[in-house]
């Protein structure tokens, strides 16, 4: 009799362990997050790769070719929405099964369009013409989901009001910070933060090429994970 119980409640224990492995086993599946797919940065922007690195994406990058002349009555932040949906949209024509984010930044100062100086004197005079002046940086973002084969753009306007300085001051930094590869002539992940005194909007990132935030919250609608 005794020996049968002993082997009753060995019975009881191994299905206990069984299942308590099992239910365990299910718990971690739920609690996993769901295979990413493969990601495109579309985009020759090094500022752009820089963020996704920092932010622990893995991606492969595909400088589109796209025309970004500005259209007759195109406001800037037109531009940077039609801009960043067209390089997202043109690598997703290639590579349809993949996530593929673009991206664009247009400055504007009193309406106008202040683009890549890519010249010492161009990004001087930019910068004169913005002295104690507020300009703001459109930001955009294109996200293409695979599944749907829908592209999801969203701009984010932020707005920076520059110091004045002289222009002396002013070839110094063009000389230190060389951003001539730069909407607006500065890098205000560097140096030229000191151009400011008030820099306002939603997401700070957004300055520097991406808005990560609003990538973040447009990749989390589309069932990307960030942490997988």
């Not at 963020?51 to 994406?57: F, S, Y």
């Not at 940086?137 to 999801?152: E, G, I, K, R």
Request: proline share 6%.
């Amino acid at each position: 009799m005794a020996a049968a119980i002993i082997g009753i409640y060995a019975l009881h224990v191994k299905q206990a362990n069984h299942l308590n492995h099992k239910s365990f086993a299910v718990l971690m599946s739920l609690s996993q997050p769901p295979a990413r797919p493969p990601l495109i940065l579309a985009s020759s922007s090094p500022y752009r790769a820089q963020q996704l690195q920092r932010a622990g994406l893995t991606f492969d990058v595909h400088a589109p070719a796209v025309d970004e002349s500005q259209t007759a009555h195109e406001t800037p932040f037109g531009l940077a929405a039609r801009l960043a949906r067209s390089k997202c949209q043109q690598v997703a024509d290639r590579h349809g099964d993949k996530v593929v984010i673009g991206g664009d930044q247009v400055a504007e100062l009193h309406g106008q369009m202040l683009g890549k100086a890519g010249q010492p004197e161009a990004a001087l005079a930019q910068l004169l013409a913005c002295q104690g002046q507020q300009i703001e940086l459109h930001s955009a973002c294109a996200v293409y989901d695979p599944q749907t084969a829908q592209v999801d753009c969203q701009v984010v306007s932020t707005q920076l009001t520059f110091r004045d300085y002289p222009e002396a001051m002013l070839r110094q930094y063009i000389a230190l910070d060389q951003p001539l590869d730069c909407a607006g002539s500065f890098k205000i992940e560097r140096a030229g933060i000191l151009l400011f005194s008030a820099v306002r909007g939603s997401d700070p990132s957004a300055i520097e090429g991406l808005p990560m935030i609003t990538l973040m919250s447009q990749l989390l609608a589309i069932g990307y994970a960030p942490f997988a």
